[in-house]
Nanobody, 122 residues
Framework: QAQLVESGGGLVQPGGSLRLSCTAS????????IAWLRQAPGKEREGVSC????????AYADSVKGRFTISRDNAKNTAYLQMNSLQPEDTAVYYC???????????????WGQGTQVTVSS
């Protein structure tokens, strides 16, 4: 059974860093774009970043540009989200999703992880 599993969330102080991982089992991420999304309490889910499976091109939400870096290691079937200079407004449940046809469009997300909580607080 194909699934994605996120890890690396936790509690961090403002200005701190975390690295999230998204590991796939039962499917090869070679053919999927990987997206990170987040949902804060009382807010709609929003896209954070996405990375192509072919040329490694990336995209970021304006709110995280310059602070977050998405990457992938197809040999490990894993994608990452390095988050630096974290702020309280980054507090949310973070999800990864695999986009079929190498697509970063939400309509093409074929698999989702269960989410990992990130809390930024002093």
């Amino acid at each position: 059974q194909a699934q994605l599993v996120e890890s690396g969330g936790g509690l961090v102080q403002p200005g701190g860093s975390l690295r999230l991982s998204c590991t796939a089992s039962g499917l090869s991420l070679d053919y999927y774009a990987i997206a990170w999304l987040r949902q804060a309490p009382g807010k709609e889910r929003e896209g954070v970043s996405c990375i192509s499976s072919t040329d490694g091109s990336t995209a970021y939400a304006d709110s995280v540009k310059g602070r977050f870096t998405i990457s992938r290691d197809n040999a490990k079937n894993t994608a990452y989200l390095q988050m630096n200079s974290l702020q309280p407004e980054d507090t949310a449940v973070y999800y990864c999703a695999a986009g079929r046809h190498n697509s970063c469009h939400p309509n093409d997300y074929a698999y989702w992880g269960q989410g990992t909580q990130v809390t930024v607080s002093s």
